[in-house]
């Protein structure tokens, strides 16, 4: 019999073994392939319910994302694997969901676009979006930085609430187009969505709502071809229906686990069946491995130096012998601390 469902992480790593000769085509590079085959594992690890998804949907998914290069679920969040409800077939199914900074990354890849910047607004933020002649946007941010004696951050030091998000386009030709949302709408948004309440409207959702005018600022831009395929593949998460298939992928048997086979033999039914915990990923994912190779080349290129880095735990309270020992978040709190180092170094070498 066959089965309609990724199932477990035998079925993951079957569903890319299939289409790793399409991935390399699009990817170029068997070493690109193998990092993507690692956060797509990663992200089942960390997202059971897409094992729930169909084979099919999970490669779609994977290649279309390969067409536009777009890495998902890593730190950079240019994209990401979600699943969705097919409510006329009753199958979950792996969707294609490009995030505001792989919206970004296509978008200046076409020659007329220079840059696109996009940001929330807080409640205690300055901010004056104009119209007419002469559009501008005004937007100073709430300095909420500032600690108390016991180093937590006051709630009258606190930015307060998001309460609306744009994006600004800076175009070769010094133009500039510009697309304002309110929190109404990026709740309407929102609340449209089928993962409302899980997968990156929940942990990455200032994301998502920065992701909002840029997807909406598109209209006005021009485009790639990549670029609308992005917008094909959003428009069909926003009005929740399934992503066309377009990848040619038969659905084969998942390899049974040696507890499958098993259970199959003592003939467990599936309510008497009761499952270990998998146990926690023990080797680091490729996304920390390239953070980690991106703070110590920045070392080695004495672009931040060791008093510097020192600093730099310091401030996260990690001791500096032990931070590629840290925590994924704190790892990540590094990795922006060294970015900023570097883009500084660069301003300072431009002026």
């Not at 915990?277 to 490729?286: G, H, L, Q, V």
Request: one cysteine or more.
């Amino acid at each position: 019999m066959t089965t309609t469902l990724v199932a477990n992480k035998d079925g993951l790593k079957n569903v890319l073994d299939r289409i790793r000769v399409q991935m390399t085509q699009y990817l170029r590079d068997s070493g690109v392939v193998d990092a993507w085959r690692t956060t797509v594992m990663l992200a089942g690890s960390r997202a059971p319910e897409l094992f729930e998804c169909t084979p099919a949907s999970m490669a779609n998914a994977i290649i279309n994302l390969c067409q536009m290069g777009l890495q998902p679920n890593t730190p950079r969040e240019e994209a990401y694997i979600v699943s969705f409800m097919n409510r006329k077939t009753g199958n979950r199914e792996a969707q294609a969901m490009p995030g505001y900074r792989g919206f970004i990354k296509l978008a200046t890849q076409e020659p007329a676009i220079d840059v696109i910047e996009a940001h929330v607004v807080h409640a205690r933020d300055t901010f004056n979006p104009r119209y007419g002649t002469s559009p501008e946007i005004e937007h100073i941010a709430y300095p909420w930085n500032s600690r108390d004696a016991m180093g937590m951050i006051p709630e009258d030091a606190k930015p307060g609430a998001v309460i609306a998000a744009y994006a600004i386009a800076f175009l070769a030709n010094g133009r500039k187009q510009a697309e304002v949302m309110s929190l109404a709408e990026l709740e309407k948004i929102r609340n449209s969505a089928q993962g409302k309440n899980r997968g990156p409207w929940v942990t990455w959702k200032e994301q998502m709502q920065r992701k909002c005018p840029v997807r909406r600022l598109f209209k006005f831009l021009p485009r790639t071809s990549k670029m609308d395929q992005a917008i094909r593949l959003e428009e069909h998460i926003e009005a929740g229906t399934p992503q066309p298939i377009s990848v040619e992928f038969e659905t084969v048997e998942v390899p049974a686990t040696t507890t499958d086979r098993v259970k199959a033999a003592l003939d467990i039914p599936k309510d008497e069946e009761t499952q270990e915990p998998e146990k926690p990923e023990t080797t680091r994912d490729f996304a920390r491995d390239s953070a980690e190779n991106e703070i110590n080349a920045a070392i080695e290129k004495g672009i931040v130096t060791v008093p510097q880095m020192k600093k730099i735990c310091e401030g996260i309270a990690v001791e500096f012998d032990e931070w590629p020992k840290c925590s994924d978040a704190k790892m990540d709190s590094i990795l922006n601390k060294v970015r900023m180092q570097v883009a500084d170094m660069r301003a300072a070498a431009t002026e």
